[in-house]
């Protein structure tokens, strides 16, 4: 008879998931469900606890917002106190950074003063080490004609040597009867040529020798000169630095001087009006 009825079959047809909607109300009777059963499973001594408890916390919350407010109020304070700081700490930062960029700007100017007066110093040494380089140079030219000068001479001689020597020796192997007597002469000739081109040996060394010692010197003088041009620069910038701290001094005497000369003048107009009183 159900499955006959047409109001079973629409039921059958319905849809039995719940929406969104139903489901939040059920939850919320089954909440009412659950405190109306605590409200009537509670006894009268409970609810005054509940009552009392919940008054306390009140007050605890009372309490806690009017420290809250005074803590803000004290913060408020703070922070206004903080903000005045701040802003005299900004006003002598401001100060200190214009006094920096004065002392940066005269410093810089000095700076530059420095350097040019070193650059010119330098150029100064330069030329003058140039011209002396120069001369130099040209007396090592002198020395190197002279250097193969002697050993052109040296070659001549040498050559000369060899053609003596085998002259003497056509001359022995014609006339080897004449050997004994000539023998003697001809040996002090080559002796004579030999020393002679030794000397000259002995010339080439010694010339190399000086033209060696002349380029360390020329080294050692170089480098005395850049060690020079160093240290006066560095007591150039220390005269700098002491005429710099000695001109404070002075203006910072200057005004004491001046303090204490409008003290003393203060002093003597009180007096002297203390006199006419």
Known sequence: ???????????????????????????????????????????????????????????????????????????????????????????????????????????????????????????????????????????????????AKAREQARETEAALRKAKKRAQQDVEAVIGDYDGDVGSRDKEYQAALKEYNLILLQLEEYGKSHAEMLQERLEYEERQRKLAQEK???ALRQVRMTRAAKTIQSFWKGIKAKRAAEAKKKKKAEAKTKKK
Do not use: C, M, W
């Open 1 to 147: 008879f159900v499955q006959k009825s047409p109001t079973a079959s629409r039921l059958q047809t319905l849809h039995t998931r719940r929406s969104p909607a139903i489901t939040q109300a059920i939850n919320f009777l089954e909440r009412l469900r659950g405190y109306t059963q605590k409200r009537l499973t509670t006894t009268v001594e409970e609810d005054a606890s509940n009552r009392e408890y919940y008054d306390e916390v009140r007050t605890r919350e009372e309490k806690a917002v009017a420290e809250a407010q005074a803590l803000e109020q004290k913060l408020k304070l703070q922070r206004v106190e903080l903000a005045r700081q701040a802003h005299a700490i900004q006003s002598v930062e401001d100060k200190s950074r214009a006094e920096l960029y004065q002392v940066q700007t005269s410093t810089a100017a000095q700076q530059a003063n420095i350097t040019g007066e070193a650059r010119l110093t330098r150029q100064t040494d330069i030329d003058s080490h140039q011209g002396e380089l120069e001369n130099l140079a040209k007396e090592l030219d002198t020395a190197k004609e002279a250097l």
């Open 233 to 235: 620069l560095q007591t």
